[in-house]
């Protein structure tokens, strides 16, 4: 059974940063794509980042081009999202996902809170 499991979330002033963590398990990654999404109150959920397990190809949603980087670790199975500048717009519940090549995302983690003062 796969297990998304997310941390690092909380509350940072406006320019700071923050790293979120996405722990996986319960199965061999390298053929899904790692994705993050997140949702704001009364939004939807919208498209961050993604990277493929296998090879590390990356990509980002325009809102955080130059801002946040996606990143896994393979030793440790856990999927990173490094985000700087960060902006009130960037409040959000923060998922991680997975899925398989081809496929649409399939598993998901329960989410953790970005908060951004101003």
């Known amino acids: 059974q796969v297990q998304l499991v997310e941390s690092g979330g909380g509350l940072v002033q406006a320019g700071g940063s923050l790293r979120l963590s996405c722990a996986a398990s319960?199965?061999?990654?390298?053929?899904?794509?790692m994705g993050w999404f997140r949702q704001a109150p009364g939004k939807e959920r919208e498209f961050v980042a993604a990277?493929?397990?296998?090879?590390?190809?990356?990509s980002y949603a325009d809102s955080v081009k130059g801002r946040f980087t996606i990143s896994r670790d393979n030793a440790k199975n856990t999927v990173y999202l490094q985000m700087n500048s960060l902006k009130p717009e960037d409040t959000a519940v923060y998922y991680c996902?997975?899925?398989?090549?081809?496929?649409?995302?399939?598993?998901w983690g329960q989410g953790t809170q970005v908060t951004v003062s101003s």
């Open positions: 319960g199965r061999t990654f390298s053929n899904y794509y």
């Open positions: 996902a997975a899925r398989l090549l081809l496929n649409e995302y399939k598993y």
């Open positions: 990277i493929r397990w296998s090879g590390g190809s990356t």
